[in-house]
């Protein structure tokens, strides 16, 4: 089974950053190296909290001790989500070119995140790294519908809108790569009031995957459905297929979530979802 480095952020309670993609990760068999960007107590978004970013020589000093205990030697994929702050980020890379120096298939798959809602809430540089040396590095992007038009310049109001952003950033993905882009979460003029549809372009095409639309939105869906793509894709199964899977298993996660009325993903309690969705969503070609 794959071994991930993932590097994102954590939360003494709730489950988004690392504390959302871990879980999901280990139930589906993968081992798991972390490393915190920031530890806070709870989500910003859910009010006041305590914490802090973790300065970028602490997150090179973590990665200098995992290369020398041969940690990153059998890493096979490396995961990254929120910064904290933007030199942090040259870090990042820094582990994922260790990786591949042992391993130079080993695949980075980057959570770009900068914003959503129509806003950013990331400090200032991080969106230029994200745009800059994070895509030429990524084999894997995972933007919402936000950081797809901040990243590509283009605006996603129509389908046909989406799909030209979404090759965009496809084609700034490092070359060796697979190259899959996972729009994670996109409302264009096409999609039904009662849906929310995902777009994954990858070299045989361009691919939708629809959900419904629950009435309320959850804190680490993202980071979570990034992480079960980048099992399922070094899992050996195809990009439509990791994708399908992926977006199934979110899908049954958050259903359950919301029908039991909690304002945190029930990552535990529904962690059966990450073997056996009990929601199928399937990718078509768009």
């Not at 989500?81 to 994922?96: C, K, P, R, S, T």
């Not at 999609?191 to 549809?197: K, Q, R, S």
Request: charged letters at 15%; a negative charge.
């Amino acid at each position: 089974m794959p071994h991930i480095l993932s590097i994102q952020s954590w939360v003494a309670t709730g489950h988004v950053g690392n504390a959302a993609a871990m879980l999901p990760l280990q139930v589906l068999g993968a081992e798991v190296t972390a490393i915190h960007t920031v530890q806070f107590s709870n989500h910003p978004g859910h009010g006041g909290f305590t914490g802090r970013a973790a300065p970028a020589a602490e997150i090179a000093s973590l990665v200098a001790g995992l290369a020398a205990h041969g940690t990153l030697a059998r890493a096979d994929g490396v995961l990254s989500g929120y910064l904290g702050q933007a030199d942090v980020g040259h870090e990042i890379l820094n582990a994922v070119s260790l990786v591949r120096a042992g391993k130079p298939d080993a695949l980075y798959c980057c959570d770009p995140v900068i914003g959503d809602d129509g806003r950013a809430y990331v400090r200032p540089g991080v969106a230029d790294f994200f745009a800059g040396p994070a895509l030429a590095a990524a084999d894997i992007l995972t933007p919402n519908q936000f950081e797809l038009d901040h990243l590509s310049g283009l605006a996603s109001g129509s389908w046909a809108q989406a799909r030209a952003a979404a090759i965009t950033l496809r084609a700034r993905l490092r070359p060796a790569g697979p190259r899959l882009v996972l729009v994670t979460s996109l409302r264009t003029a096409e999609t039904p009031d009662a849906a929310l549809d995902m777009l994954l372009a990858a070299t045989d095409g361009i691919y939708r995957l629809r959900a419904n639309r629950l009435p309320m939105a959850f804190s680490g869906a993202g980071d979570t459905l990034a992480a079960l793509l980048l099992f399922h894709v070094l899992d050996g199964k195809a990009p439509q297929a990791a994708a399908a899977h992926a977006a199934s298993s979110l899908a049954g996660l958050l259903r359950r979530t919301y029908l039991a009325g909690s304002a945190e993903l029930l990552t535990v309690a529904a962690q059966d979802e990450f073997t056996l969705p009990s929601v199928r969503i399937t990718a078509e070609a768009a």
